[in-house]
């Protein structure tokens, strides 16, 4: 078990960074995107991507901090 994974909450809503229309433009499914926000409270990294696994190992590279995610979007 690895001993590092980061707290993780499925949440109601969050922010798209990807619209419906932009699915077409993007037939692999390959287009992922990102907000950083540093703030005195620190670092928070909004992601959006059109495959989840894309966006979860690209969170869990970056390492640590509290997970939020919705089902579906």
Do not use: K
Not at 14 to 27: K, S, T, V
Not at 42 to 63: T, W
Request: aromatic content about 2%; charged content about 20%; glycine content about 14%.
């Amino acid at each position: 078990m690895n001993t590092d994974e980061p707290e993780h909450a499925f949440v109601e809503s969050l922010p798209d960074l990807i619209e419906p229309g932009e699915y077409a433009a993007h037939p692999g499914g390959g287009l992922v995107r990102l907000r950083i926000v540093v703030s005195a409270d620190g670092v928070e990294v909004l992601g959006d991507a059109m495959r989840p696994v894309s966006i979860e190992e690209l969170l869990a590279a970056l390492g640590g901090g509290p997970v939020e995610q919705m089902l579906c979007g």
